[in-house]
């Protein structure tokens, strides 16, 4: 994807081939994700009383430290939308296209999904007050804090729904500066043909390895780019093995630096973070969750259903899958089943993943093989 350069405009700088993962992997783009259903497969149980009350389906991936596919289940290679997981390639494409240097706390929030805490507005503010930028200049539409908790307090304060609030916030705010910066227009920077995202989108094609499938509108409303699960997962190794100062790098140690500051102080996310030395996580809406390592080992989840209760369970079973001490990861494994107050039951991980944890009391058998 080009683009020209108004006049007066500071030139873009040049791109950088993309660097392949596997012996013999073109260092080009390759042919877009086929856009089709999914084969999904059964990845969760839930299971009340020992009886499997629900099955969340889905698709996950586990790339090797070398770039190949050590685990699959599902589709990995249809074309899908990854949400707000997008947003630490998108926090690389910024900083290509010419966003300015900034503290690591505020790099780390241009890829997050956050909490509304008074830590995240305060940053976005700051992302803004550096470009010299105001919230009436923002475009992501108007919101309440994502925490509940946060979101309550917000409620009883009688605040309503504001961008700076909304949990991408943080990206936008660093898209405006990158605008500004550029000397592109500020009022439609999330056209899809306006530069930034033009420069954007070939950093979504780079770090995957696949050309874009479909754009369209996330809910925030910036572009949003399909590609496959296998792609993003690509991308998400790439960042995490990326040299120190690359930019890359840059959005790596900002990200491992500051989890909170990329979702929120008790999220699921960032707890995981804090748990692997070395990790990257990105959740993103629809049952989306990335999760890679300094040596390439990467985790891909898509919950066809859009479930979150699913999402961190099968990730912690593809974790495991990886090489991730099962014990590490207790808490994040499975999610209670309530009833009357008391837990009766489960989500765990199923089928393949289903191994790599111990059973839990009233776990339900697998189903015989046909004869």
């Not at 999914?38 to 149980?45: I, K, L, T």
């Not at 993103?284 to 479930?307: M, N, S, T, Y």
């Amino acid at each position: 994807m080009t683009n020209s350069t108004p006049a007066g405009a500071t030139p873009p700088r040049p791109a950088r081939p993309a660097q392949p993962l596997v012996p013999g992997e073109s260092a080009m783009p390759g042919a877009p994700p086929a856009v089709r259903e999914p084969a999904h497969v059964p990845v969760a149980h839930v299971v009340r009383g020992g009886v499997i009350e629900g099955v969340h389906h889905g698709s996950v991936v586990v790339l090797a430290a070398d770039g190949s596919v050590e685990f699959r289940a599902g589709d990995i290679e249809a074309a899908f939308y990854p949400r707000s997981a997008l947003k630490p390639v998108q926090a690389v494409g910024l900083l290509r296209a010419g966003l300015p240097a900034l503290d690591t706390e505020s790099l780390a929030l241009t890829a997050a999904s956050h909490s509304g805490e008074e830590l995240h507005l305060a940053t976005a503010r700051r992302i803004l007050d550096g470009a010299g930028l105001t919230e009436d200049d923002l475009r992501n539409v108007p919101d309440l804090p994502y925490d509940p908790a946060v979101r309550d307090e917000w409620i009883r304060a009688g605040r309503g729904p504001n961008r700076l609030a909304q949990n991408c916030s943080g990206k936008h705010a660093a898209m405006l500066m990158t605008a500004k910066a550029r000397g592109w227009p500020l009022e439609n920077y999330l056209d899809p043909g306006h530069p930034l995202q033009r420069e954007i989108a070939s950093t979504v094609e780079e770090l995957t390895g696949q050309a874009i499938a479909r754009v369209t509108v996330d809910g925030c409303g910036a572009p949003l780019f399909a590609v496959s699960l296998r792609g993003l997962t690509r991308a998400a190794a790439r960042i995490a093995t990326a040299a120190p100062g690359t930019d890359e790098g840059r959005v790596a140690h900002a990200m491992r630096e500051h989890p909170e500051m990329v979702s929120g102080s008790g999220r699921d996310v960032a707890r995981l973070m804090r748990a692997v030395p070395g990790l990257l996580a990105k959740d993103g809406f629809e049952g989306v969750q990335i999760v890679a390592l300094p040596d390439g080992r990467a985790v891909g989840v898509k919950i066809a259903d859009g479930a979150d209760r699913a999402r961190m369970p099968v990730t912690a079973a593809a974790l495991a899958r990886c090489g991730i001490d099962p014990e590490i990861l207790a808490g994040f494994d499975r999610a209670p089943v309530i009833g009357g107050g008391q837990e009766v039951g489960t989500l765990r991980a199923a089928g393949a993943l289903a191994p790599f944890f111990a059973p839990s009391a009233g776990a339900v058998p697998p189903a015989p093989s046909a004869a």
